[in-house]
């Protein structure tokens, strides 16, 4: 073979030159081929159709790789597969497709869900959004508050809505004579002891000393700081973001201009109660608390602050 080469008058350096230039070539081309190819990933997908409220559970999750781009922080990776079994669809996902942190409701769409953080906390509670800059709230200011405070919200109201006014009855307005015309009923009414006349002035006195001005702590067992919302520019850019917010994420807080909110962790029979103290009472003061109590709070009013300044003066002057 060699020999035919030779006598056909080919150069054998320039053709062993060109086959050494196009192995080169080819190499680094498919080097560069390489290089630009992004890196993969295996995320958690869904193995069959979940509608909204679904429970998923391990069968319901297959292992997908997909290229590892700018939107692979919104997949789920395979290795946080242990941590999704239990959790709720929020969004339909169909067959086949990634799971995506803010279509479920569990730890593992914390810092991207804000409702997943109920999933940390036994049932019957809500996230309450409490405005710091409501005109009739007093708080430290939003940089004094980190997730996991405890907070006190003390509700002041110095007077009773305004009652309605029941209508005058017309005085050219007579009762029928057939409205007399029945037999006279003499009943006989026995009349109250003397401890109930006591216990009923007792309750009266309960009752009226029980009217505003009045204050009252609606949480005394303490509500739990979740998140920070609308905190100033400059605690993002110091880095403080992840401490701010307890996500590590920026989806507790924008550039734009954002009302200053606390979310609390209140029971779900707390959310009526909290809003029409917002919307009736003269002031809400938000306390920073270590400790709360197990007991509800009796409140305290304007009488029993007269008392407290009776009985100090007495003691004062023994």
Sequence with gaps: MLKRLLNSGINVAVLGISVALFLVALFALLSIGNAQKP??????????????GDTIGQGDLIIKTVFQDENASLYIPADESDSLPGSLAVLPIHAGQP???????????????????????????????FPLDAANVIA???TAFLPGDKVAITVVIGRRP?????????PDFTLPDSLFDAPEIIATINPPSEEEVAVEKAQQELEERAFPPLAKDLFPQGALVISIQGLPPEVVDAGNLESAT???????????????RLMLLIPDESREELALSLQQGNLLIVSLIKDGQDGPSTGFTYWD???????EHSQAGE
């Design 140 to 142: 430290p200011d939003i």
């Design 39 to 52: 890196e993969t990933l295996d995320i958690l997908a869904a193995a069959q159709a979940l509608d909204i």
């Design 99 to 129: 799971i995506m942190r803010d279509s479920i409701i569990s730890p593992a769409a914390e810092g991207t869900r804000l409702s997943a953080a109920l999933a940390s906390y036994p049932s019957g509670n809500s996230l309450f959004p």
């Design 162 to 170: 305004q009652e309605i006014e029941t209508a005058t009855p017309d």
């Design 246 to 260: 307890g996500t590590g994420t920026n989806t507790s807080y924008s550039s734009f201009s954002q009302p200053e």
């Design 305 to 311: 602050f007269e008392d407290l300044f009776k009985l």
